[in-house]
Every structure is written in C-alpha cells, then in structure tokens.
C-alpha cells in the first residue's frame, strides 16, 4: 500500500539520520503530524502515533479520511518529504591541511554542524584519499608541504575529466597577496575562504556547494575577496577570538596550548631559514605560522609573521634578521596574554580583553 511504503519512508528517516541531524527528522514528523492533525481537528479526532519511531501510524489513521482524501494526503506529504529529505545528509568533507591548529579548528567548527569530516595532511594525502572514498566537498589549504593545494586541486581536475563528477574545492588561505585569488580560481576551485576561518562564512559556503543544498554540479562562484593583513596593536582580543569558535572555551583552550607547543619548531623554522638566506623556506614558514595565529586574530603578532613571509616571497632578506625580532618579541607578547587568559577561559570569565 502507499501508505505503508510512505511510513516506511519516513521511519527510515528518523532511523538512519545521525544524532546530530534527528531533531531536523523530527521536524518533518510534526509537520506531517500537524497537517494531518488540521483536518481531524474538524471532526474532534486526533493523529494516532507509533509508539516505536514516533511518526504518524497509517495503519490506524487511513479509515479517519475517505479514500480521495487520504491520496489527496499522501501525495502532499510525499512532497513535503521530497523537499526536507535531502536535507538531512550530511555532506562528508575533506580538510587538506597540513597546520595542526588549523586542522583542530576546521574538524571542530564542521563537526559541530553534524558534517562527516576526514583530514589530509597534504596535497598527496589527499589523493590517496579521494582513491579510497567519495567526499561532497573538499577544504583545501593553498600551501602545504610535498604538493600544494593549488596543484593537487589541477590533478583532482584531470581525473575527474570524461566522468562527469565535479567535487567543490574550497580555497582555505592566510595569503593576502595579489594574484592569489585568480590563481586559486585557474587552478580550477569554486570558492575561496580567507583564514583565520569564519564560522559563519565557512557554514555559507559549504552549504552553498553541498550537494545536500542542492548545488550537484558545484558550479564555480566568485570567490570571496581577502582581507589585507592589516597591522594592529593588540595582542589579541578575547571577545573576538572567542566568537570565531563558536563560544567554545575549551576548544580555544586547545588551541591556544597547540599554538604555545608549537611555537619552538616554528621558531626554529625560521630562524633557520634567515640564517641561510634562503627565501622560498622562509616564505614557507612564515606562512605556517601565520595560518595559526590568524585564528587568535590579526594582531601584531600575526603582523610580523606576515611581514617575514613578504620579505621570503619577495626575496628581500637584508631587513629578515630585524623582523625575525621583531617577531620573537611580539610572540613572547602574545605567550603572556594567552598564558594569563587560560585560567580565566577555564573559570569562563568573560572580560578577558587582551
């Protein structure tokens, strides 16, 4: 019967949805329940319920309604599901990003929406993975080490050529420099997000290019313009920082403790790289490390480590020594405020402006 096969529909819904995703199958529920419920209201009856799974019981509800009104019914809640079904699978998405920190980040803002996430350390990480197994959309970090985003976004491009598939590729990028937008769209990505993530923003356009949301072919849109790195004299801004998690003051706590452990092998990174005058590691890691500190905001800190990477990119090297200090001074800046902030995360007090 077809009101048993649109039971069986929508208990499958409720079944199979993940938890993070059930109360959106129970929305649909009530919403069935409340249609059926507005036609019986006349006729002082109500909508009979499974006690298992909660939806309405069909094999109880057909002889309330003639037989044209229950088709009539039948056909608009089959509708009703075709609108609101997709919508309850969660997109599996691929991070390729080599910046633990921002792994952290990326993994705890999507998981927090219900999305199914799995990590990729580098370009070559990530082809061995889309070997293994199918993803909605992928999060490419523009510079990683053994093969770029940008390069291993043109490879993803050729294999998909004569399949007819097209998977989003999302630019994740702390580059503020002329030319990285068009470059990221010729490698052949849709869209563009400029680091430090965004929670709304990164929400956006995933959504937007899910195929959940109805976007199946990915179709390349504008990306979004980069925010120019601008100096400023504050260390860090709790209030910001902590709305940038989503609120999540333990996370910004393990992210602040990656940031301070790591900060040695950064600094040793560079340092090395100015001693030997070799431009393209010092471009590499500057740009490392200023992809961490952009989630703690574009501070000072974040400042000098942008300027180290400008003088690598440009092959400026005669001021790297003076910057390399200046960094080193406005890092043991930052290591104060955070150490001094984290037992105030812990007590969750809120007036924490650094």
């Keep these: 019967m077809r009101e048993k096969r649109l039971l069986e529909r929508i208990t499958s819904l409720q079944v199979e949805t993940d938890r993070t995703h059930l109360t959106q199958a129970q929305v649909l529920t009530q919403s069935i329940v409340q249609h059926l419920q507005r036609i019986l209201n006349t006729r002082r009856g109500s909508v009979p319920i499974d006690a298992e799974f909660g939806v309405p019981d069909?094999?109880?509800?057909?002889?309330?309604f003639a037989t044209g009104e229950t088709t009539q019914i039948i056909e608009n809640m089959t509708r009703m599901i075709a609108r609101y079904e997709p919508r309850l699978k969660s997109p599996r998405i691929l991070v390729a990003e080599d910046n633990l920190v921002n792994q952290r980040v990326?993994?705890?803002?999507?998981?927090?929406?219900?999305h199914q996430v799995l990590v990729a350390g580098n370009g070559r990480e990530a082809l061995e993975t889309l070997d293994r197994e199918h993803f909605d959309v992928i999060l490419m970090d523009v510079q990683m080490p053994l093969l770029d985003g940008l390069e291993t976004t043109r490879r993803i491009r050729e294999r998909e050529q004569g399949t007819g598939r097209h998977i989003p590729i999302i630019a994740m990028t702390a580059h503020a420099m002329k030319g990285d937008r068009e470059q990221c769209l010729?490698?052949?990505?849709?869209?563009?997000?400029?680091?430090p993530i965004n929670t709304a923003e990164l929400y956006t356009v995933i959504e937007k290019h899910s195929p959940a949301e109805g976007n199946e072919t990915g179709a390349t849109a504008s990306?979004?313009?980069?925010?120019?790195?601008?100096p400023d004299k504050k260390v860090f801004d709790f209030s910001e920082v902590l709305e940038r998690v989503g609120n999540d003051r333990e996370f910004l706590v393990e992210i602040a403790q990656l940031l301070l452990n790591g900060w040695p092998d950064h600094q040793a990174r560079i340092r090395s790289a100015v001693g030997a005058r070799d431009a393209p590691a010092l471009q590499c890691a500057a740009h490392a490390l200023k992809g961490a500190l952009g989630n703690f905001g574009t501070g000072s800190t974040f400042a000098a480590a942008h300027r180290l990477?400008?003088?690598?990119?440009?092959?400026?090297?005669?001021e790297a020594a003076g910057a390399l200090r200046a960094l080193e001074m406005e890092f043991e800046r930052l290591r104060t405020a955070l150490q001094a902030a984290l037992p105030e995360l812990r007590d969750g007090n809120p007036d924490c402006r650094r």
């Design 58 to 64: 069909f094999t109880n509800l057909a002889g309330s």
């Design 106 to 114: 990326a993994v705890r803002m999507l998981e927090r929406r219900g």
């Design 186 to 195: 010729a490698a052949g990505m849709d869209d563009y997000l400029a680091k």
């Design 223 to 230: 990306p979004q313009e980069h925010p120019k790195a601008m």
């Design 309 to 318: 990477e400008q003088l690598g990119r440009d092959g400026e090297l005669g």
